[in-house]
């Protein structure tokens, strides 16, 4: 059989994590994607992007060599996670509950990206530095006008996959009309690994353990709310931004770490729910090309990865006279794909709007059902056992 070639179309952390695992898996795989520019911190910095990272999606990183090459420090282990009604309802999770190390791990993009970029170089992997613009038979053309050959494209273009309209890959989407905003706080008190969230019925903050820095407290937050609330937050300037920011969560959490302080620039991003039809022949889409989730139990990045996963695990057991383009083949990558996206599609939009509901009857039932949650421990075990990644389907917070 000829050597086929694969293009791996986007250098976000999908795109490179998918041509990694498909090169070690012994194919011909080249990343077609603008230049990678490395973000330089300053001492102290911390990279404006962070994740929290699944135990399936951990262990995944460290199959294709990737864990190890990130700096430990950077890395929190998240302990224990505690989730807040709009009613006095809360829910408190911890990992020794169901004889768990860790729920989860908290990582900087930056962090993950120069690792599997690093993990590229040493496998050879090309790295074309250019756009998909479209397809003509077998070949990818690009906006610099090169033909690529390609028996298998993987779309890992992000939530715009221009790849997914060029295929006519059926797509569907809504936007949720809230911006999340993302932005790295000092704390007055430990977080003690824990995962702070909280559903107010107009929005939903967490509150992401980091390390410490200059000898203080530091958590990630991700705060989703209504666009135009968004907005007015993104335009506020210098102290008016912290003072606004340190009294708001001051209010919603109760002042559960102390007062906070911003110790970065406020970043928002615009949340949609997108689902996709993941194949054609010849193209398969991954992460967010694929599928978008609402970001409020942080999984969109997981899912990613386990997109990829499974599909290096069906194209390296496709037969020797099955291509790696074949529909039939990439079908089966499609359908051990839809249940767990599904699930977590359905958790994570069902939540949004069970807190969204407005009216004392919606509230009452929320509350009441997260303070029934928190007196069951087989329940607990269960969403624990979720969220370390040794169940499927894993909601972190
Ligand atoms: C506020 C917020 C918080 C989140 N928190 C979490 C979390 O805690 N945990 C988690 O798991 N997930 C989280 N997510 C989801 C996560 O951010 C995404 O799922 C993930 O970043 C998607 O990565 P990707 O590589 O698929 O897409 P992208 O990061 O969008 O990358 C797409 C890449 O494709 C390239 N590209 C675009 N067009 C072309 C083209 N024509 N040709 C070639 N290349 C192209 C782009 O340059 C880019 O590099 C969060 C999302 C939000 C909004």
């Known amino acids: 059989m000829k050597n086929e070639r694969i293009v791996v179309c986007g250098g976000g952390l999908a795109g490179m994590a998918a041509a990694l695992g498909l090169r070690k898996a012994g194919l011909e795989v080249s990343i077609l994607a603008p230049a990678y520019t490395a973000m330089a911190l300053q001492p102290g910095q911390y990279h404006p992007r962070v994740y929290a990272l699944s135990g399936a999606s951990q262990r995944f990183l460290a199959h294709l060599g990737v864990w190890n090459l990130m700096q430990a420090e950077r890395i929190t282990p998240v302990q224990a996670m505690e989730v807040h009604g709009d009613g006095g309802g809360c829910v408190t999770l911890n990992a020794w509950q169901d004889a768990q190390d860790c729920l989860a791990w908290i990582l900087e993009s930056g962090q993950m990206e120069q690792a599997l970029r690093q993990a590229l170089q040493v496998f050879g992997v090309p790295w074309i530095e250019d756009r998909f613009e479209r397809l003509e038979p077998g070949l990818v053309i690009t906006a610099g006008q090169q033909r690529l050959q390609a028996d298998l494209i993987v779309g890992a273009d992000g939530a715009r996959s221009a790849l997914r309209a060029a295929a006519g890959i059926e797509h569907q989407g809504r936007e949720y009309g809230d911006l999340g905003l993302v932005a790295h706080l000092n704390a007055e008190r430990a977080h003690q690994h824990t995962a702070l969230q909280w559903f107010t019925g107009d929005s939903i903050l967490a509150l992401l353990p980091m390390p410490d820095v200059d000898g203080k407290p530091q958590v990630s937050m991700v705060w989703s709310l209504g666009q135009a609330q968004a907005e007015r937050v993104l335009a506020l300037q210098g102290q008016a931004q912290a003072h606004y920011l340190q009294s708001s969560l001051r209010a919603l959490t109760g002042g559960r770490l102390g007062d906070v302080s911003l110790r970065s620039a406020v970043h928002g991003f615009p949340l949609t729910f997108e689902r ?122």
């Open 276 to 397: 996709s039809g993941m194949v054609a022949p010849g193209v398969a889409l991954v992460g967010d090309a694929a599928h978008r989730v609402h970001p409020l139990a942080g999984q969109g990045l997981n899912l990613g990865l386990g997109d990829i996963e499974e599909l290096v695990k069906t194209v390296s057991l496709r037969g020797p006279h099955c291509s790696v383009g074949d529909i039939r083949m990439l079908n089966r990558y499609k359908r051990a794909r839809a249940e767990p996206i599904a699930a977590m599609r359905a958790a994570t939009d069902g939540l949004y709007r069970l807190f969204a509901a407005s009216g004392a009857p919606a509230s009452l039932v929320r509350n009441a059902g997260m303070q029934l949650v928190d007196r069951l421990p087989w329940v607990k075990r269960r969403i624990i056992a979720h969220a370390a990644g040794v169940a499927p389907g894993s909601l972190l917070f």
